[in-house]
Nanobody
Framework: QVQLVESGGGLVQPGGSLRLSCAASGSIFIINAMGWYRQAPGKQRELVADITGGGSTNYADSVKGRFTISRDNAKNTVYLQMNSLKPEDTAVYYC???????????????WGQGTQVTVSS
């Protein structure tokens, strides 16, 4: 059984910073892409940033230059450093991992439970 556990959310003032972490555990052969998504009240879930196993990154236009995604493959962990936070960044942030549990099996997507980020003065 694979689990993704997020941490690092909270309340921060505009202009502040937060760092989210997401650790994958369980039966894992290899993790391919990992990413962060967010969902604000009344809105659809959207991609924030993702990173391939080789380290190539992709960002939503709204966070480019402010957020940085990284990963530690030895720890099966993905991070999201969020700087210059704005009220519109307020949302529940979810991590996703595209992984293979055992050799010769298919890749599946797994999601974390979400962590709340609130940007407010």
């Amino acid at each position: 059984q694979v689990q993704l556990v997020e941490s690092g959310g909270g309340l921060v003032q505009p202009g502040g910073s937060l760092r989210l972490s997401c650790a994958a555990s369980g039966s894992i052969f290899i993790i391919n892409a990992m990413g962060w998504y967010r969902q604000a009240p009344g809105k659809q879930r959207e991609l924030v940033a993702d990173i391939t196993g080789g380290g190539s990154t992709n960002y939503a236009d709204s966070v480019k230059g402010r957020f940085t995604i990284s990963r530690d493959n030895a720890k099966n962990t993905v991070y999201l450093q969020m700087n210059s936070l704005k009220p519109e960044d307020t949302a529940v942030y979810y991590c996703k991992a595209a992984l293979v549990e055992r050799l010769w099996t298919r890749e599946h997507d797994y999601w974390g439970q979400g962590t709340q980020v609130t940007v407010s003065s």
